[in-house]
């Protein structure tokens, strides 16, 4: 258990259906962040929140839609998906410094989406 | 060109060995942090270190900032250890390595 949970753990879904994932941190954490992993690659950042504001949108298509409505939720939102959008999805949470100092990462145990 | 490079990119080792995992980074860090990932997909922070050598239990993390270089060792070996183990560079965002396979046979 570290602190950090995910929603659902495994996600089928078709590439017209919506669907949401989310992740809850009971850490007291600053900073949230969406990771992307595909097979044989290494994590992608999507999406940093910090103090509930989005600080960082890696050039992701915006059929994925993040939303941090208080410093302990965050979800992403998933709309017309494409096969190769099916991977792992990490939530992280981080004690985010002032200048920029990250912190120990804290991840959740993912959720994985296939997109059929 | 990677930010961070880890290497070997697969390791098979007996139960008992001593394990070593390398990574070097580009240009400087705030902090290095070593992650291992379990099959089933959930990662752990293992250590986050920006100086010198950590400790804990049977795993050491040593980084030297002037050859922009870490390892990560593994005394002891065991089957749990078998893992994915992940560098991630901290400076400012992070840059993450493509992982280590682990095996450890028992």
């Known amino acids: 258990e570290t602190g950090v949970t995910q929603t659902p753990r495994h996600l089928v879904m078709g590439m017209t259906n919506k669907k949401s994932l989310k992740c809850e941190q009971h850490l007291g954490h600053n900073a949230m962040y969406w990771y992307k992993q595909s097979a044989k690659k290494p994590l992608e950042l999507m999406f940093v929140y910090n103090f509930k504001e989005q600080t960082e949108n890696n050039s992701v298509p915006s059929r994925f839609s993040p939303e941090c409505p208080n410093s302990s939720h965050l979800f992403l939102h998933l709309h017309t998906l494409q096969p190769e959008d099916s991977a792992l999805y990490l939530c992280?949470?981080?004690?985010?410094?002032?200048?920029?100092?990250?912190?120990?990462?804290?991840f959740g145990e993912g959720s994985r989406l296939t997109v059929l | 060109k990677n930010e961070v490079e880890q290497s070997p990119q697969n390791l098979t080792a007996q139960e008992g060995e001593f394990i070593t995992i390398n990574c070097s980074y580009s240009?400087?860090?705030?902090?290095l942090h070593w992650l291992q990932q379990h099959p089933g997909g959930g990662i752990v922070s293992l250590f986050m270190l920006s100086s010198g050598k950590k400790k804990h239990g049977r795993l050491i993390a040593t980084i030297n900032i002037q050859e922009k270089h870490s390892s990560l060792h593994i005394t002891a070996s065991h089957p749990r250890d078998s893992a994915v183990y992940i560098c991630v560079k901290d400076s400012n965002q992070f840059y993450f390595g493509t992982g280590t396979s682990l095996t450890v046979i028992p």
């Open positions: 240009v400087g860090i705030s902090a």
């Open positions: 992280a949470s981080s004690q985010e410094a002032v200048g920029g100092y990250t912190g120990e990462l804290f």
